[in-house]
Each structure stands twice: as C-alpha cells, then as structure tokens.
C-alpha cells in the first residue's frame, strides 16, 4: 500500500470534520517523507495532525472577523515536535530521564511484553507480580518463566500497564482491534445550547478560550499545549497526590496555569465545578470512567456549562473488552503490531518501536483540532459537543496512512540537526530550550505568552 501525501491526510481530517474547504487553499505543506527512520509515515501523520490543528485555529480567527491567513507546516519541524520530549534541556543539560529503569520490552517463555513502570505504583506492582526486587536483571529472569499473554492479563487483573507483542494479523483478530473505530477522531452532539457568537476578532486566534486540562503523560498535555501556542487559557489541573514525569511536565506545561485539586474532597469537587462553568473545553485523559466518578461525566458537564466541549482521551476506545484498560503509547504500540512491523520492515528480531512517540502526539493534535472543530460547531449551530481520540484508532489511522518504502534509511535527526526549530525560553524549571511550535500562521505566529511552570503553582481560578 502506498502511502497517503500529507495533503491528502490533512484533507481527509479537514473533510471529516466538517470544515469549510476554502480554507486547505492557505495550506501549505513542505518537506517530504522519511522523516524519520520508519516504515511508516510518521513524518505525514505529524505534519497533518499538526496543520489541521494550526488551519483549525485560523479558521476559528476568521470566524470571528479576521482575514484568512496563510498557515504552513515544514515536515522535518514536525517531526521534531513529535520528539519534543526527546530534544528538552534544561539550563544547557539533559532533562530528567524520561524512562524508569525497569520500563522496556523483555522476552518471556513464547514471546515479548512490554512493561511501562513510569509511575511508582505500577512498577511497584510489576515487582510485587514477578516477586522480585527492583533489578532489571532480576526482572528479566522472572519474565522468562512466564508466557507473554499470560503476564498479560495477570497485570491487566491487576491494573497494571503491560502489553503483550503481537503482529498486525494477530491483533487485526482480537476482540479490542475490531470494536476501534474506523475513524481516529469524534465528534458529537451531547446536549442543547444556543449557539455562542464568538467574541471580535482578538490579537491571537484563540485568545479568550478556557480550557481545564485535567492530563499527563504525552497525548492530552499536548493537545492543551498545542490550543495555548494559539492563545488558548490553558489551566493544567493535577492533584498533589498523583505522580508525574518531569521532563513531560516540563515540555507539555509551556504556555499553561497549573494548578492542583484534589477531587477526593468535596471542596475540590466545588472548585472544580466553578473552573468548568466558566470553561469551555473540559480536556480528561484518565482511564475511562475515573474523572466521571467524581461527577464529571459528559453529560454532568453538560448540565453544569451547556455549550461545554468535553474532549476525551483512552487508550484503547470507549466500546470493546479492553475499553477501561490502562495505556500508554509505547503499550499500545506493542499490542497493536507496530513492534513487530517495524522489526519484520527493518530485517530485525527484537520488536523495534516507532521513532517517536507518534500515536501519543498524533493523538494530541487529533484532540486539538477535533476541539477547535467543536467550538466552531458550537459558534455556528449551539450544543454542548464530545470529543474522543483514542491511542489505538490514532494507530489504525496511521497504518491506513500507507507503508514507506525504504524508510529506514532516512537519517535519524539529531539535537543539532534540529537546531532551527528549537527556541530558548526562562521557565519555572530552570532555562530551557524546546522545540517551537510547528503550526506556523502568517499573521498571529504561535508561541506560549505563560512559562512552564512546578505543578501547583497557579491558584484554581480564571
């Protein structure tokens, strides 16, 4: 299967979603695939991701009275942003180790998994499940005893984050990958409201939008940073007693407010309600069911903002067996194929990984623009509207993108390589240099107006 051009894959997001067509024509699209080292078309699920969200906020800017205005998408740039986490410093050194030290791929009895120990009490789990210390080496002698679909699911009984390794046929036949949709982004009508005009045309695209953005990890954060390089208010709400990882906190808080709330208590819970009449995007990527078990399910907060945009965020869809399972891109990567595809393309036996993070990004960007899609949607025809993304769909989506022939030998883009595309900017972290935005809009350009900022720095207020 040859692959889609990044026009057509920007198109077909564009078109789905409902948009005016007159706008593609001030898109601009240059480079060219490889990107990057793969025989998937990384490079175009970047670039389209990224230009339908950056053309979906200039549309947004012309439906409140601004001229259409010529946006543009460099596919290396794109790609880089893909790898932002990769290519963070901090005060001109490495930013913290993204990876904890038991994370990876191990072979067991019959095969491969996955294990993804990032937060404390999932690797404490895993530990606990193998009955070893905290030793890699250890850790891999036990996996050994075991076959892969076996520790499988007595991690996923144990609400852990492991995936199994399969091939595109085996997954292609379980019950999860048949009940994914055959679309990676929807948009739905959840409730009544008056249309809401938008406000004249302001200095930046979104500027005036809140948007709560209760995510971690890669998909979501990105998604809330990708509307606030627009001009989005952007608060990140995350809770003391949750964990994290710093140098994503790093690189995805750019151009946000961070506050905590811990809906445990009832108070929280108020706080909470108070942020979301005044908001209108609800950004969630929890594990299905847990922020709407503390009463902000879709339909609760269309009753408390009508006219609220609720973007969701699973791993693995809202309908099929694994719908509540815990995951994460480099999991989701591993059972849906993608491992042993790239292994089999590159002449390999140990399963090889994408080369980036690149259902974790697309993801974000899928959410972004389906949001702005949203908005428009409310602007134009009132109601209260669903978004929903998923890290498996966006992977069905990208391997309908085609294969690249030869992709492998694209050469593989270092820090300096990147240099262009990186900016310098003071956080409360430290300096650091990061990736630019790549959605690049002629006359309002992005950039992030806050710093990134320690988690809970910001009051839980507009």
């Not at 679909?149 to 019950?175: K, M, N």
């Not at 990140?236 to 151009?255: F, K, N």
């Not at 595809?341 to 993801?363: F, I, M, N, W, Y």
């Not at 949607?377 to 085609?402: I, Y």
Request: hydrophobic share 45%; charged share 20%.
């Amino acid at each position: 299967m040859s692959a889609a051009t990044p026009a057509e894959a920007t198109r077909a997001l564009w078109q789905r979603a409902g948009l005016p067509g007159e706008a593609l024509s001030h898109l601009s699209l240059t480079g060219a695939e490889p990107a990057l080292p793969s025989s998937f078309a990384v490079g175009t699920a970047a670039q389209a991701t990224i230009a339908a969200t950056a053309l979906a906020a200039a549309e947004l800017h012309h439906l409140r009275g601004a001229a259409r205005q010529a946006v543009s998408v460099e596919m290396r740039h794109a790609a880089a942003e893909f790898r932002s986490e990769r290519l963070l410093q901090v005060d001109g050194g490495a930013a913290p180790e993204l990876w904890d030290a038991i994370a990876g791929l191990y072979p067991t009895a019959d095969g491969w998994v996955r294990l993804h120990t990032n937060f404390p009490h999932h690797r404490d789990g895993v530990l606990r499940l193998l009955d070893v210390p905290n030793d890699r080496a250890a850790v891999a002698k036990a996996l050994l005893g075991w076959k892969a679909q076996d520790f499988e699911d007595a991690a996923a009984r144990a609400g852990l984050c492991v995936a199994a390794l399969r091939s595109f046929t085996e997954w292609d036949a379980h019950p999860q990958a048949q009940a994914i949709a055959e679309w990676p982004l929807s948009i739905t009508r959840i409730g009544d409201a008056s249309p809401e005009p938008l406000p004249p045309a302001a200095a930046r695209p979104l500027e005036g939008f809140r948007v709560l953005d209760l995510t971690r990890i890669i998909a979501g954060p990105v998604a809330g940073r990708a509307l606030a390089a627009h001009g989005a208010d952007v608060m990140l709400i995350t809770a003391p007693h949750l964990p994290s990882v710093a140098p994503l906190v790093i690189d995805t808080g750019r151009g946000k407010r961070s506050a905590q709330i811990d809906l445990r208590e009832a108070s929280g819970v108020e706080r909470l309600e108070a942020l979301t009449r005044q908001a209108d995007v609800f950004l969630q990527g929890y594990r299905p069911g847990a922020i709407a078990s503390h009463g902000f399910g879709a339909a609760r907060l269309a009753e408390l903002r009508p006219g609220i945009v609720h973007a969701s965020l699973s791993a693995y869809g809202t309908a099929g067996p694994w719908h509540g399972r815990r995951g994460f891109d480099s999991l989701v990567q591993t059972a849906s194929g993608f491992n042993r595809a790239e292994a089999e393309a590159a002449g390999e036996e140990k399963p090889r990984p994408l080369p980036a993070q690149a259902l974790d990004h697309a993801s974000g960007y899928l959410l972004a623009f389906g949001i702005l899609a949203a908005l428009r949607r409310r602007a134009v025809e009132g109601g209260s509207w669903q978004v929903d993304v998923s890290l498996a769909a966006t992977g069905k989506w990208l391997r309908g993108l085609g294969r690249l022939e030869g992709g492998f030998a694209a050469h593989d883009p270092s820090r300096d390589d990147c240099r262009e595309f990186l900016e310098e900017s003071d956080s409360g972290f430290g300096r650091l240099n990061a990736v630019r935005h790549a959605g690049m809009l002629r006359d309002t350009p992005p950039f992030f107006a806050r710093p990134s900022v320690p988690l809970g720095t910001d009051a839980a207020e507009w």
